[in-house]
C-alpha cells in the first residue's frame, strides 16, 4: 500500500517539480500517513528516531496487552496500536496517536470531518486523564459514530487515546500513563503481537 490521506485513507499524490507538497484530491495539501509498521523493537525504535512529536506508549501495559503496530505521517504524526484482553470481557483495542495541530491523523481514525477534535471541544470538565512525567494531562471525550475516542494537548500537540468496542472506554477510568518511547534514558521491554487492523496497511 502506497502513501494515503491522514484524514480521508484515500492514496496521496507525491510531490511534482512544481509542488514540494503532497496532495489530497479532497483535502489539499496533507502530511502522508505511511503504511503501518510490523509490530517489532527496530520498527519502534525507527520511528521514534525520526518523530518530531511523542511517540506515546501506555506504560505499563494494561495487564495481557500487547503493542500491535505502528503508523506515522512523516515526522508530524505517529500512532501506536495496542490490544488485550477488554475489561468486561473479549478482545478489545486502542491506539494512541500524537500529532501537531491539522495534521488530521487522530480525527481520521475517529472518522471525524475536520483534521482536529472540533466545535465546542473541551467546554467541559475532562472525561479521563493521562499521566506523562507524572503531570496529569485531562482528556475529553470526542463524539465518534466509530469508537470510543478520547482527546488533550500534550506539549502543544494533540494526543488521542481510541478504543474499540466503544465499552473499552473503561480502560479509561483509572489514570492512563504514557511514556514517550523518544526518551532514550528507559527501558522498555515491549512486548509485541499481531498487526493491528485499525491501521493502514
Not at 4 to 32: F, M, N
Request: hydrophobic share 40%; aromatic share 6%; charged share 15%.
Amino acid at each position: 500500500m502506497k502513501a494515503v490521506c491522514p484524514r480521508c485513507g484515500e492514496p496521496a499524490h507525491a510531490p511534482t517539480c512544481w509542488s514540494s507538497a503532497w496532495r489530497c484530491d479532497q483535502h489539499g495539501e496533507i502530511y502522508p500517513l505511511s503504511p503501518a509498521r510490523q509490530p517489532t523493537a527496530d520498527g519502534l525504535n525507527a520511528m521514534a528516531k525520526s518523530a518530531r512529536v511523542p511517540v506515546w506508549l501506555p506504560w505499563p501495559l494494561p495487564h495481557g496487552w500487547l503493542v500491535t503496530g505502528f503508523a506515522r505521517t512523516g515526522v508530524r504524526g505517529s500512532a501506536i496500536a495496542l490490544s488485550g484482553p477488554h475489561p468486561l470481557g473479549g478482545p478489545a483495542d486502542m491506539v494512541i496517536v500524537a500529532e501537531e495541530p491539522g495534521v488530521g491523523l487522530g480525527a481520521g481514525l475517529a472518522g471525524l470531518p475536520g483534521p482536529d477534535p472540533g466545535d465546542g471541544f473541551a467546554s467541559g470538565q475532562p472525561h479521563a486523564v493521562a499521566l506523562v512525567a507524572n503531570h496529569e494531562v485531562p482528556l475529553w471525550l470526542v463524539e465518534s459514530e466509530r469508537t470510543a475516542v478520547f482527546a488533550g494537548e500534550v506539549q502543544g500537540g494533540w494526543v488521542w487515546v481510541l478504543l474499540w468496542p466503544d465499552t473499552a472506554g473503561v480502560l479509561l477510568i483509572q489514570p492512563l500513563p504514557l511514556r514517550d518511547v523518544r526518551d532514550t534514558t528507559q527501558e522498555l521491554d515491549v512486548p509485541f503481537g499481531a498487526l493491528s487492523t485499525h491501521l493502514p496497511t
